[in-house]
């Protein structure tokens, strides 16, 4: 029989697992492109949000990222500015996306960093390659912070995304990749 903390070690095993596994499903849906099925994850009322970064002086990391409430971000969305990008890409003639790019997102360093009822705080680390046409290659590194929330369908719906980019000057000419 396991004691009270074992019992709260096992759990807090056997959800990170869970959330990792979420991701690893989640990260292989955009790779084979099932646009359809990865909004699926996507909970009705999420913030998707990827701030533009500066470059600030030590003392002023409270200003190195771009504020959703009145600055201009990479990505402020939601969940049907997202499904507008899905149906966009899924016409086949979506501009950047012909021929479609080959992508693949590394999800790593995944942390529960809180619980509250059905919603949790989840951290990871992502790597996303992208090549397009035959020379084009574009890398994205960063972190995103998360609130995931259980769903009896899908296990558990993405409700909000906080997506921060490690480079604050983007070569990319476009970004058509979820993150």
């Known amino acids: 029989m396991l004691t009270e903390n074992e019992q709260g070690v096992l759990e807090r095993l056997l959800l990170r697992e869970e959330i990792e596994q979420f991701y690893y499903h ?9 646009f359809d099925d990865w909004i699926n994850l996507i909970a009705d009322d999420i913030h998707y949000h990827m ?3 500066r470059n600030v002086k030590f003392g002023e990391q409270a200003r190195e990222n771009t504020s959703s409430l009145n600055e201009i971000s990479w990505f402020d969305e939601g969940k049907r500015t997202l499904a507008g990008r899905v149906r966009q890409i899924n016409t086949g003639i979506h501009w ?3 021929p479609f790019s080959r992508i693949r997102h590394l ?6 960093v809180g619980v509250d009822g059905d919603e949790i705080r989840a951290n990871s680390n992502f790597f996303v390659w992208q090549n397009r046409l035959q020379d084009e290659v574009n890398l994205f590194v960063g972190a995103r912070e998360d609130i995931l929330r259980r769903d009896e369908e899908t296990g558990w719906k993405i409700a909000k995304r906080l997506i921060l980019l ?3 000057v983007l070569l990319a000419k476009v970004i058509t990749t979820f993150f």
């Open 96 to 98: 950047c996306e012909e």
């Open 107 to 112: 999800i790593t360093n995944v942390r529960v």
């Open 26 to 34: 989640e990260a292989a849906l955009l790779d084979d492109r099932k």
């Open 51 to 53: 701030p533009i970064r």
């Open 166 to 168: 490690d480079q604050n």
